[in-house]
């Protein structure tokens, strides 16, 4: 059974195709390839799940933003809008980001959660940033809690 988010990207193809959206073709067509090779990685090619696709959109995400950082940095204004472009197509389908401040305060009762059991400092930093991205979900990227508990832990 194919997700619904396989789906939602396959007819986004299509109509990105028949309305000559050059931007939105092509980073689709780049999104169904990473999952391609997401699904056959591994012994045996399975079908993966809206989550296991939401994790292969985050790499791809991340990949946009890294590399729109690399061209500012090398004057290269083009090719740094370019993947922007891509990474704009992209974020359409990722789950709304948690604000800052709901996600600071997981960060902060998980925090206290970790003292009552004597987990202090940087020991801590491991169990936190676990129970944080099991209460946060697909709201928050890792490198983003990761920041904040280790701001906090500080």
């Not at 801590?124 to 280790?150: E, F, P, T």
Request: proline residues 1%; negative net charge; glycine residues 8%.
């Amino acid at each position: 059974m194919a997700s619904q988010l396989l789906e939602q990207l396959r007819g986004d193809l299509n109509a990105a195709m028949k309305s000559r959206d050059q931007v939105t073709t092509s980073t689709i067509r780049m999104i169904l390839s990473a999952v391609q090779v997401a699904s056959v990685a591994g012994d045996e090619a399975t079908d993966l799940s809206d989550a296991e696709i939401t994790a292969v959109l985050r790499s791809e995400a991340k990949r946009r933003v890294e590399a729109a950082e690399l061209y500012e940095q090398a004057g290269r204004a083009e090719q740094a809008a370019s993947e922007r472009g891509e990474l704009a197509v992209i974020e359409k389908y990722l789950p709304a980001a948690m604000d800052g401040a709901a996600l600071q305060a997981i960060v902060d009762e998980e925090i206290a959660v970790a003292r009552e059991a004597g987990a202090e400092g940087p020991k801590a930093m491991g169990q936190v940033i676990k129970a944080v991205k099991d209460r946060a979900g697909d709201g928050a990227d890792g490198g983003r809690i990761a920041g904040l508990v280790k701001a906090s832990l500080a």
